[in-house]
């Protein structure tokens, strides 16, 4: 059921301070209009803690010991940014956390909504004592919230060939702030009717190196031929989509020009050093140029392999 967070937020009355306080890596604010508010303007999920009664939280210690270890989580810190974090005493706001389907008994349940009351999801107590399933469930929570955001804020604009040039640029600019990867089909089909000037498209060949899909690498690889600013766009790929690239490593005597645009950029993005000049491929030693097309790929991949390590999981 949709929460009335308007009337919710004229009548809160809430007791102590407003401040924020530490629980945990994560910074609770202590003031739900005020979380509202902020979510409002930055567009962002809002997570509740709830609180239950004084006894509940007594007879359940262990619990909030438990949770408050895996906020601290690095993990669950980071992922926990993007939300706007909140405690909620139960008593206080009983009626507006019933609209939400918030049982009484609720103790230390993690509840996600958005600004306007619409419900995310939820997590049991125990369920948030474990920063491997808590960090999951931000992530999928979080994913959730942004594809719905798309699916009504960014998608009809992309797919309405009479937008306005400003409103699609403020499309490209919530895909690339949210990140949201499924949304490369709408940039691209954006860019197939758009041609190859303008605002729009500089913005567009930015999100496509943001969203590094594969898709995306490839229209950005295809582009870089004829079009400085897609081959700028390209070097700002992620290591992981750079190997979209490799094929083109991996068939060096298929096309010469596109192995060598592929050569550079993959060693631009990838950090490779010692990079051979155009020269050093007119040569006539085969295997001399086999080697340093095998040692790039295996270099790619390794780079491809650390960043997915250190970022894929929870993009």
């Known amino acids: 059921m949709k929460l009335s967070f308007l009337g919710l937020v004229a009548g809160l009355l809430v007791a102590g301070s407003a401040l924020a306080q530490q629980g945990g890596s994560i910074q609770w604010s202590l003031d739900l209009a005020q979380a509202v508010e902020k979510a409002k303007k930055s567009q962002l999920p809002i997570m509740m803690w709830i609180q239950g009664t004084r006894l509940d939280r007594?007879?359940?210690?262990?619990?909030?010991?438990?949770?408050?270890?895996?906020?601290?989580?690095p993990r669950v810190a980071s992922l926990a940014q993007r939300f706007v974090p909140v405690k909620v005493y139960y008593t206080r706001y009983k009626k507006e956390l019933s609209e939400l389907g918030v049982s009484e008994n609720a103790n230390f349940d993690l509840y996600f909504?958005?600004?306007?009351?619409?419900?995310?999801?939820?997590?049991?107590?125990?369920?948030?004592?474990?920063?491997?399933?808590?960090?999951?469930?931000?992530?999928?929570?979080?994913?959730?919230?942004?594809?719905?955001?798309?699916?009504?804020?960014a998608k009809p604009v992309l797919e309405n060939e009479k937008a306005e040039p400003k409103a699609q640029v403020a499309a490209l600019d919530l895909v690339s702030k949210y990140n949201i990867v499924t949304a490369d089909s709408g940039v691209l089909a954006l860019l197939?009717?758009?041609?190859?000037e303008g605002a729009v498209t500089k913005k567009a060949y930015e999100v496509l190196a943001r969203l590094?899909?594969?898709?995306?690498?490839?229209e950005l690889f295809a582009r870089s031929v004829n079009d400085k600013r897609a081959a700028e766009s390209l070097e700002k790929c992620t290591p992981a989509g750079a190997e979209a690239l490799l094929v083109h490593l991996e068939n060096r005597e298929a096309d010469q020009a596109k192995f060598l645009a592929a050569y550079k950029a993959v060693a631009k993005i990838s950090k490779i050093s010692s990079v051979k000049p155009d020269k050093f491929w007119d040569g006539k030693n085969e295997r001399l140029k086999d080697d340093e097309a095998k040692r790039v790929i295996d270099l790619a991949k390794k780079a491809a392999a650390r960043w997915r390590e250190r970022f894929e999981e929870y993009r």
């Not at 210690?61 to 601290?72: H, L, P, Y």
């Not at 600004?115 to 995310?120: E, P, S, T, W, Y």
């Not at 049991?124 to 808590?134: E, R």
């Open 58 to 73: 007594q007879e359940t210690v262990d619990i909030e010991g438990n949770q408050v270890r895996a906020f601290r989580d």
């Open 113 to 153: 909504v958005t600004a306007d009351g619409q419900k995310l999801g939820e997590m049991s107590p125990s369920g948030a004592t474990n920063a491997d399933s808590l960090a999951e469930k931000l992530a999928l929570v979080f994913d959730a919230f942004r594809t719905r955001l798309y699916e009504k804020e």
């Open 192 to 196: 197939k009717r758009g041609g190859g």
């Open 212 to 218: 590094s899909t594969r898709p995306a690498v490839e």
